[in-house]
């Protein structure tokens, strides 16, 4: 199964040349280029409202940014608050290209109108047997406590798994919340993910095992 992303990047409602960066853009329902300037087929998603947010690849002048994000983010027992220490950015990593391979990937999420970062998304792959079409990718988002309940989490889960069917063969986009997360939970209804149960104790945070409640995506829903 390709795991690969295709490089795109914006024009038409997308940002000036100045605010453009080279790689992965994403807008709902902006017309994209390849990277050698061909025009490609956009990634769409079926709401008809201009787009607000937009993805795009980490860069390293992205780097520290992301660091006090997550300085920021880490002991405030939020609902994404679960590692011991705080992971910083792997800059050696990043130096080499995007963050994104076959097997998980993040991007910022980018407010369209001033080009001003507002969070990340990321994926990784998980499989349900051993062949490669059983293979799904999981997802996950953090946006800046300013910038949510805006509606950029749910454009942004929306645009992703757009993306991610667009571009990879899986039949399965997935998101777990913890059943206390409201926001998430409503987030990936407007973005088109269905409630698909309760993983019970599934997930250590805080002291204790929490509930969670999964959602997904399937391909044949991509445009539902
Ligand atoms: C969860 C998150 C991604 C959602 O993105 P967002 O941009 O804030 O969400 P949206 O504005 O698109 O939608 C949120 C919806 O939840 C509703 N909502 C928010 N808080 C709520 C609450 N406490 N109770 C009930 N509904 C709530 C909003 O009203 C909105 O629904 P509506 O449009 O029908 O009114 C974002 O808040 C975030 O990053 N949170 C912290 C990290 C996190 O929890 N990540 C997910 C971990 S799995």
Redesign the pocket.
């Given at each position: 199964m390709e795991g690969q992303l295709a490089l795109v990047e914006p024009i038409g409602s997308s940002p000036t040349a100045a605010e453009a960066r080279p790689g992965l853009c994403l807008t709902a329902g902006a017309e994209t280029r390849t990277e050698s300037g061909t025009v490609c087929d956009a990634v769409t998603t079926t709401s008809t409202s201009t787009p607000r947010v937009r993805l795009r690849d980490v860069t390293l002048d992205d780097a520290d940014l992301l660091d006090a994000w997550t300085r920021d983010a880490h002991g405030d027992r939020?609902?994404?608050d679960m590692s011991p220490e705080p992971r910083m950015v792997n800059r050696d990593a990043l130096a080499k290209g995007p963050l994104r391979d076959e097997n998980n990937g993040r991007l910022i999420v980018e407010r369209v109108a001033d080009g001003a970062p507002v969070?990340t998304v990321g994926w990784h792959k998980v499989r349900y047997g051993p062949n490669p079409e059983s293979e799904a990718w999981n997802i996950?988002?953090?946006?800046v406590p300013a910038m949510?309940?805006?509606?950029?989490?749910?454009e942004a889960q929306r645009l992703l798994a757009d993306h991610l069917f667009e571009t990879t063969n899986v039949n399965r986009v997935e998101?777990a919340?913890?059943v206390d997360?409201?926001?998430?939970q409503?987030?990936l209804e407007?973005a088109g993910y269905r409630r698909e149960g309760i993983a019970r104790g599934a997930q250590y945070r805080a002291g204790a095992y929490h509930d969670l409640v999964t959602y997904a995506r399937l391909r044949e829903e991509s445009q539902a």
């Open positions: 939020g609902f994404n969070g996950g988002i953090e946006l949510r309940s805006r509606g950029y989490g749910t998101a919340t913890d997360n409201v926001a998430e409503r987030a407007k």
